[in-house]
């Protein structure tokens, strides 16, 4: 479409200056080169501001274009850090929650063989007579033992609640970034 422009403009600075040489007269002396160097000086110069005015046009045209591509190719960059983000934070937690119920499992299985080991040193003990010594036993195992249990579902909900309302994961809105980029536009 532009060279159609150009295109245009030399052939009207053509036509005018054919028309120009037709009118001079047949022997040039100084005052009919100045007659012709005149209009010929004029034609350019309109001609010159007329392209450098479409050639200002067009590139900023395309310095608009460049700007929205770069714009809108920024922001699906930082939509997809964003999720990409998102994906590592959910990835983290699940790993870190298999984790800790595998540790928690261990924990628990050494905890509850420690747990039947009292309980059978206190069985032995009333078995073998000692009641007293077998009944405190048994009374303070099973005390441990709710104990432990009771910390143990504490625990387990606060890292509940903690991985269901993560802190750290932000939104991007991209309107803001648009009408920042409509204001640069104006100015």
Do not use: C
């Not at 959910?90 to 924990?107: D, V």
């Not at 606060?158 to 640069?184: A, G």
Request: proline letters at 2%; aromatic letters at 8%; a positive charge.
């Amino acid at each position: 479409m532009n060279l159609l422009k150009f295109l245009f403009g030399i052939i009207i600075a053509q036509v005018a200056t054919y028309v120009l040489i037709l009118l001079a007269p047949a022997e040039l002396n100084m005052t009919g080169i100045l007659r012709l160097a005149i209009p010929l000086l004029i034609i350019a110069l309109v001609v010159a501001f007329w392209f450098n005015s479409i050639a200002g046009h067009h590139s900023k045209d395309a310095i608009v274009k460049v700007k929205d591509d770069f714009a809108n190719e920024r922001d699906k960059l930082r939509v997809n850090a964003q999720r990409a983000k998102e994906r590592v934070i959910k990835e983290a937690h699940k790993n870190i929650t298999k984790e800790t119920q595998k540790a928690h499992a261990k924990a628990n299985f050494k905890v509850g063989a420690a747990f039947a080991a009292a309980l059978g040193v206190g069985a032995l003990f009333i078995f073998a007579q000692m009641v007293t010594a077998g009944l405190l036993a048994i009374t303070a195992t099973g005390g441990v033992m709710g104990g432990y249990y009771w910390r143990g579902k504490r625990l387990e909900n606060e890292r509940l609640r903690e991985i269901e309302t993560p802190r750290d994961i932000k939104v991007i809105d991209s309107k803001p970034l648009q009408k920042k980029l409509l204001k640069e536009d104006k100015s």
